[in-house]
């Protein structure tokens, strides 16, 4: 996955939290309603939610690239994937992680992917959507309003710790920024979808 000019974002809650009794696919189902909701109200067209019964959908392949397939629950507009996000689920609670692409730049994407994982990719992002030049604050600020007003209370805005700084710190320095590390990737995907 190639994470350039976009908006990640993450709802964690515990067990016993808000969504306490629901099933992996009715939190797919809720966190994508509230997405969608924020970017109908900002403007930005985003396909209706597939029906909740016999939803349609394609499976997700890890052959390809994320965005080269939206599966059920993940966010399109005009069919083109916009919203990309997977969950992790744990006795102790769960956490979806996603991403809004916000712009596409084809040329590094194919670099990175090679040309024919990218052939097969048409996603789209939020300012070619939109029209107009937004910036991934503004997104930010969106996306934490509708979600204050879904779960009916203000977000809170924590700063990371020294600790987890450090460790990210030393994971960029240690695995991430290293030309072998992201070459290793982009070979790997490659051969995959030969």
């Known amino acids: 996955m190639l994470h350039h000019r976009e908006l990640t974002y993450c709802v964690a809650a515990s067990a016993d939290g808000p969504f306490r009794g629901l099933s992996v696919r009715e939190v797919y189902r809720w966190v994508s309603a ?6 109908e109200r900002n403007g930005i067209p985003v396909d209706p939610a597939p029906p909740s019964t ?3 959908g394609r499976t ?3 052959r390809l690239p994320c965005f080269a397939v939206p599966t059920r629950h993940e966010i399109t507009s005009g069919g083109r994937k916009l919203v990309g996000a997977a969950q992790k689920w744990s006795r102790r609670g769960f956490v979806q992680h996603g991403s809004v692409l916000m712009e596409i730049d084809r040329v590094l ?3 990175v992917l090679g040309a024919h994982a990218a052939g097969r990719m048409d996603p ?3 300012v070619e959507l939109s029209g107009r030049r937004l910036t991934t604050s503004q997104l930010m600020r969106f996306l934490a309003s509708e979600f204050e007003r879904a779960l009916g209370e203000p977000a809170s805005q924590h ?4 600790s987890e700084m450090k460790t990210a710190e ?3 320095e240690t695995k991430y920024a290293l030309s072998d590390w992201n070459a290793l990737g982009s070979s790997i995907g490659a ?3 030969r």
């Not at 509230?34 to 970017?39: D, G, K």
């Open 109 to 111: 994407w194919s670099k």
């Open 191 to 193: 051969s995959i979808l």
């Open 170 to 172: 030393a994971l960029v």
């Open 34 to 39: 509230v997405l969608r909701r924020a970017f």
């Open 159 to 162: 700063e990371l710790l020294s």
């Open 60 to 62: 997700f392949d890890d």
């Open 54 to 56: 016999n939803a349609t």
């Open 124 to 126: 789209v992002g939020v």
